[in-house]
């Protein structure tokens, strides 16, 4: 069957809006190798310039995460400021415990007291920084967790775990969200300390209605039904904000729906069915490292593809799936569903974007732009940006 977005589809499908990392942009790689590439951004300045781009081709990317320490200015006013200049706005403020040397046994949950409240008062610094730029959501990922049974109190990280969210969470006014990620291993390879969305759900319930979950697409055991997991969170009013990206194995960072487009539909279609989407209270974010390719076309590719991903999603018969469904007829219910997957709705996601004055094409459009070669020979010298700068 083919099937076409309607008008009121096609508004709706308007109305997204991405938060895209300031990290995407400077150089990564993998644990034994870090790339550098032409053109990469030397501070969070260029970042930011690059990300506009990402927004002027796509009309996406309206929003622009950044991390702390990573974009440390001395003035986030006039950071602010520039977003605006380029378009878009400064959004999430990540935290960063991951790379101290005081914290190689954890963070929020460290044993001694004076580490921990170290870790608590470097997410005060990042509340500083969202009340500078108006920030909504702090969003928090911890590595904390141990290696070997019997090498850490697995009761007393977790009671302390809550006892330092429980201080930050105090410190953010009415406006502002604590955000809890959740990822089940790594760096720590027996247990993690946050390594679900059971514990995640569990720690901001403690604290009150403005600690939410982040889910992160790449952060499960493969297998994992993650739409399920989806449902449940906006079921109990806990899901805050995605962190979309693929793997393959573990968490690989790459541009969502490059190893699984069926899996993004179908967690999109379970954020339609639970009132997610263009919601205020959920924010879809991209987290994804670009190793080996270009950083701003993988950033537009990882933006189309939520978009298109979504315009599947808003194609599907809700009212004739639901009679199957009632009806016990289990292959017409699947058969429904997958004609909505598997509708190719690129043409006209094309002329769209042409109506709304964007590239019909934005990664053609892009390449042919010659922008690549302008920052390669602009950005000489200096300290490119990366993991830790």
Same mark, same amino acid.
């Given at each position: ?30 644990? !034994? ?90 997410? !005060? ?265």
């Amino acid at each position: 069957m083919t099937r076409t977005l309607t008008q009121q589809q096609l508004d709706t499908l308007g109305q997204l809006v991405i938060e895209i990392p300031s990290w995407a942009f400077g150089n990564s790689g993998t644990r !034994f190798k870090v790339f550098g590439t032409p053109g990469t951004p030397r501070d969070p300045f260029e970042k930011l310039t690059d990300a506009a781009e990402v927004h002027r081709y796509t009309g996406l990317g309206q929003v622009v995460a950044i991390h702390y320490p990573w974009d440390r200015v001395d003035d986030y006013a006039a950071l602010q400021r520039h977003a605006r200049d380029l378009g878009v706005e400064l959004g999430t403020v990540n935290s960063n415990t991951f790379q101290d040397d005081d914290f190689k046994f954890g963070s929020l949950t460290h044993e001694d007291d004076a580490l921990r409240q170290k870790a608590i008062d470097h997410h !005060f610094e990042c509340i500083d920084i969202m009340n500078t730029i108006g920030s909504r959501d702090l969003k928090i990922w911890l590595a904390d967790g141990s290696n070997y049974p019997g090498q850490a109190d697995l009761r007393g990280r977790q009671d302390r775990l809550q006892d330092s969210l429980q201080q930050i969470y105090d410190r953010l006014d009415d406006s502002q969200r604590l955000v809890l990620e959740y990822k089940f291993f790594e760096p720590a390879f027996y247990h993690t300390d946050v390594p679900d969305w059971g514990t995640a759900y569990a720690q901001v319930s403690a604290l009150g209605e403005r600690a939410v979950v982040c889910l992160d697409t790449g952060h499960h055991a493969p297998g994992t039904n993650i739409e399920f997991i989806v449902m449940q969170l906006l079921r109990l009013g806990k899901l805050g904000s995605f962190d979309f990206n693929s793997r393959f194995y573990a968490d690989d960072d790459l541009i969502v729906g490059a190893a699984d487009p069926y899996q993004l539909f179908r967690i999109l279609v379970e954020v339609m069915r639970g009132g997610g989407w263009n919601s205020p209270d959920l924010a879809f974010m991209l987290d994804q490292c670009h190793n080996v390719e270009d950083k701003i076309p993988g950033q537009i590719r990882s933006v189309l593809n939520v978009q298109e991903m979504a315009a599947r999603a808003l194609l599907l018969d809700r009212d004739a799936l639901g009679a199957a469904q009632r009806a016990g007829d289990v292959l017409t219910a699947n058969e429904i569903f997958m004609d909505a997957y598997q509708t190719d709705v690129r043409e006209q996601l094309a002329e769209w974007r042409e109506s709304r004055g964007l590239a019909a094409n934005p990664m053609r459009a892009f390449a042919e732009s010659g922008y690549l070669s302008k920052i390669a020979q602009e950005r000489v010298g200096g300290q490119q940006a990366g993991w830790g700068a």
